[in-house]
């Protein structure tokens, strides 16, 4: 398993944009595909964005796509997830997560390791 730690996340207003960050330790950074979850107030946690072990590919959800953008850094060991033109409505903890398989899922069953999670809070 990888220990993911997240960082990044803070009080900001609609409009603003965030870039969350998701360290990780361990040699075999480069071999997990990686996603970011959420879980908001009261609700059940929710996919985000995820991206292959290479980076060569991504997928996001509905609610965020064309507003966020995840991104990594196999040299640093690091992903990254940009979000842009935030909402009230991304109001959450976002956590990062990592799988034992190059290619990427949607699934937070499907992921092994996960990190304490970051508070991101949008007021309107």
């Known amino acids: 398993q990888v220990q993911l730690v997240e960082s990044g996340g803070e009080l900001v207003q609609a409009g603003d944009s965030l870039r969350l960050s998701c360290a990780a330790s361990?040699?075999?950074?480069?071999?997990?595909?990686m996603g970011w979850f959420r879980q908001p107030p009261g609700k059940e946690r929710e996919f985000v964005a995820t991206?292959?072990?290479?980076?060569?590919?991504?997928y996001y959800a509905d609610s965020v796509k064309g507003r966020f953008t995840v991104s990594r850094d196999n040299a640093k060991n690091t992903m990254y997830l940009q979000m842009n033109n935030l909402k009230p409505e991304d109001t959450a903890v976002y956590y990062c997560?990592?799988?034992?398989?190059?290619?990427?899922?949607?699934?937070?069953?499907?992921?092994?390791?996960w990190g304490q999670g970051t508070q991101v809070t949008v007021s309107s």
């Open positions: 997560a990592a799988r034992g398989r190059p290619t990427w899922s949607t699934f937070s069953s499907s992921y092994d390791s």
């Open positions: 361990g040699r075999s950074f480069g071999s997990y595909a």
């Open positions: 991206i292959t072990a290479n980076g060569g590919a991504t």
